[in-house]
């Protein structure tokens, strides 16, 4: 960390500029001639200058420092086990949310670090492109439900001629779930509403619905939050011939604003029931496993889940079992059956599949 700081001083020729600080680094930035808004990740990786490789590094190393140091293991790590603190439904969608030890926040660096008892496995699943699957099984778009039958949803669009790559579709498919008009998403999100009429149909709907103040549910009957009164009284004043300038603009846009949020909330809010259910139906099936030789227990465990199969992690759409070796085949059909059974539940008779990345090792994959 401190060797990248120094690298960015001196690709920078200001030997004194705290990185830290926003406003002081971002000037230090202009006089360099690195034109940026901001000093964020995704602003300075489309700049080509010596210091934007150092303080990438830099800022993903100081990340870690604060938010994964000492401090946090020292808190969060008892026993050889994280112990965070999960909020069920804490997330205005459904999501569950954390709020002790970033449960749902973990960076991908550190994900190696967790690692199975001896004689144990980490059984590791996450869902492809769930909230796309979501929404095809939704609407029941028999075009989208067929770019993603047995296969990378993705692939499946590029195949079908819509765009010509891989990355075009994902683009293309999470601007029309998060409401993307401009750049790449903006020049593939028309594409989909030609060759996926319903899908784009039910998330357009959404986000009208949304722009005019009206509520959305999802799947299962989740609602979105009413707008508040000053937020209609706003939108209304703003029509009047006496509106003062500008008012009209900023209505428009907190319309729009408002929009994106209920068009994602309805495939969002579903893709958290589903994941719920799958996780339900998961600690259904593991509660019947048998337990294993008292030589083979995990302690730390605790007594409980010390000698059989158990749901060690959770993130939105993974789960992560910790297994003896000897029912870790089990345990991954146990994911696998169980992920069938919430497509059922939630969307029964509808050909839609949720294919998982599966994986059995002593150690989790940084993904």
């Known amino acids: 960390m401190v060797e990248a700081g120094a690298e960015v001083r001196t690709a920078l020729g200001d030997p004194l ?20 808004p901001s000093t964020s990740q995704w602003e300075l990786q489309g700049h ?50 954390s709020s002790g030890g970033g449960a749902l926040q973990i ?57 010509a790559s891989r990355q075009e579709a994902k683009i293309g498919v999470l ?30 709907g959404a986000a009208a619905t949304g722009e005019r103040g009206g509520t959305v549910t999802t799947w299962l009957g989740r609602s979105s939050p009413a707008v508040e009164e ?15 300038a500008g008012s009209s603009e900023a209505a ?7 929009g994106r949020f209920t068009r994602n909330f309805v495939v969002q809010g579903t893709a958290a029931e589903w994941a719920l259910s799958w996780m339900a139906a998961l600690r259904l099936r593991l509660s019947r496993f048998g337990a294993v030789p008292e030589a083979h227990a995990a302690v730390p465990s605790g007594p409980v889940f010390s000698r059989r199969a158990h749901l060690a992690f959770f993130l939105h759409d993974e789960v992560i079992v910790h297994a003896p070796a000897e029912q870790a085949e089990a345990a991954a059909t146990a994911i696998r059956e169980s992920a069938d059974a919430s497509g059922r539940l939630l969307f029964p008779g509808s050909p839609i599949d949720f294919p998982l990345d599966l994986e059995i090792s002593e150690r989790s994959a940084e993904k």
């Open 17 to 36: 500029v705290p990185l830290d600080s926003h406003q002081r680094l971002l000037r230090a930035l202009h006089r360099a001639g690195i034109d940026v």
């Open 48 to 97: 080509d200058h010596p210091a934007i490789e150092p303080l990438l590094r830099y800022k993903k190393m100081s990340r870690l420092l604060t938010a994964n140091g000492w401090a946090w293991l020292d808190e969060w790590v008892h026993e050889g086990r994280y112990r965070p603190v999960y909020v069920p439904g804490g997330v205005v969608t459904g999501r569950w949310a």
């Open 107 to 163: 960076p991908r660096q550190l994900r190696p670090a967790l690692r199975a008892d001896p004689g144990w496995c980490l059984v590791s699943a996450d869902v492809s492109q769930l909230e796309p699957r979501v929404l095809a099984a939704m609407s029941g778009d028999p075009a989208m439900i067929a770019a993603g039958a047995g296969k990378d949803l993705y692939s499946g669009i590029v195949e079908a001629g819509i765009v």
């Open 175 to 204: 601007g029309a779930l998060y409401g993307g008009t401009t750049g790449d998403s903006g020049r593939v999100v028309p594409r989909l509403r030609q060759n996926f009429p319903a899908a784009m149909a039910l998330v357009d």
């Open 230 to 244: 000053s937020w209609t009284l706003a939108q209304r004043s703003a029509n009047q011939p006496e509106a003062p």
């Open 252 to 258: 428009r846009r907190s319309a729009r604003d408002r």
